[in-house]
């Protein structure tokens, strides 16, 4: 609860962070893409974690500028397994989210950005019993802060804390520690022509 409280406010207080004029000028919407692959550490609530036991869980995102901050396709998919005698079935889990990020260059290889995503999340359930839930489909948000670092010509290094938020019944919160490389690319122009 206290390490999504902090993240909140950290993401609050930075979204109001003004992006500097030249930094504006300088990117025209969908001009490029950056494409991120990431490994992630879950962290779920003491409920969630007495009946599965989650894996690490691996995501894809793409991520292009928009005419303010960026718009993003966050793809994440983890697995669950079922902790004996608890749950019936262990899942796979897969959220599927669209996202705008705002933030800035800290240094002259070094940008923050703050996020929300909203989408649905997927589980998919392991039990083979003909009676038993085999899909799930629920809606999802997900608020993030990220670091990305220029090391090479076009390639990032990426780490980022998330909190997510998904709503069943009971409602489940889930943070996540991710950590991964982005590499940008131009967008073709037939690309540009269609969306701007």
Do not use: C, K, N
């Amino acid at each position: 609860m206290r390490a999504r409280t902090l993240l909140l406010l950290a993401a609050g207080g930075f979204a109001f962070v003004p992006i500097s004029a030249r930094a504006q000028a300088s990117v025209r919407p969908f001009d490029r893409l950056d494409v991120g692959l990431y490994g992630a550490a879950t962290f779920s609530d003491d409920r969630f974690d007495s009946y599965w036991d989650a894996h690490p869980a691996g995501a894809i995102d793409f991520v292009t500028p928009f005419y303010v901050g960026r718009a993003s396709l966050l793809i994440r998919v983890g697995v669950d397994d079922a902790i004996a005698g608890q749950a019936t079935s262990g899942f796979t889990s897969v959220f599927g989210a669209l996202g705008w990020r705002v933030g800035r260059s800290l240094e002259e290889h070094l940008r923050a950005d703050v996020g929300l995503h909203v989408g649905l999340t997927e589980w998919i359930f392991d039990s083979e019993d003909d009676s038993a839930v085999r899909y799930e489909l629920e809606l999802g948000t997900e608020a993030g802060v990220r670091l990305a670092y220029e090391f090479a010509h076009r390639w990032h290094a990426v780490a980022e804390a998330s909190y997510q938020l998904t709503f069943t019944y009971e409602r489940i919160e889930q943070g996540y520690l991710s950590i991964g490389l982005a590499r940008s690319f131009g967008a073709p122009g037939w690309i540009r022509s269609v969306l701007d």
